[in-house]
């Protein structure tokens, strides 16, 4: 079992930044795929980026060369950082484990960009 817990959430203005962080619980952090995902306010779920465990990152279209997934295994965390923001960016942002048939959610944090 692993929980997440993300924090790093909150109100910025239009180009600003913010760095949101999901700390692991557990001991096998490392052999987990992590993800961000972002849920905008009356639509379905999706992906933002990934990495996996050897540290390939993949990202959404409306998010590359803006946000930059990373992980710190020593510290059971993952981090994504976004700059330039965009009021389209506006959701909960989930954090995402998976290995093998294991799949694990945190609770979210809510991103608002707006001035």
């Known amino acids: 079992q692993v929980q997440l817990v993300e924090s790093g959430g909150g109100l910025v203005q239009p180009g600003g930044s913010l760095r949101l962080s999901c700390a692991a619980s557990?001991?096998?952090?490392?052999?987990?795929?992590m993800g961000w995902y972002r849920q905008p306010p009356g639509k379905q779920r999706e992906l933002v980026a990934s990495i996996t465990r050897g540290g390939s990152t993949n990202y959404a279209d409306s998010v590359k060369g803006r946000f930059t997934i990373s992980r710190d295994n020593a510290k059971n965390t993952v981090y994504l950082q976004m700059n330039s923001l965009r009021p389209e960016d506006t959701a909960v942002y989930y954090c995402?484990?998976?290995?093998?048939?294991?799949?694990?959610w945190g609770q979210g944090t809510q991103v608002t960009v707006s001035s």
């Open positions: 995402n484990a998976k290995r093998l048939f294991n799949d694990y």
């Open positions: 557990g001991n096998m952090f490392s052999l987990y795929a």
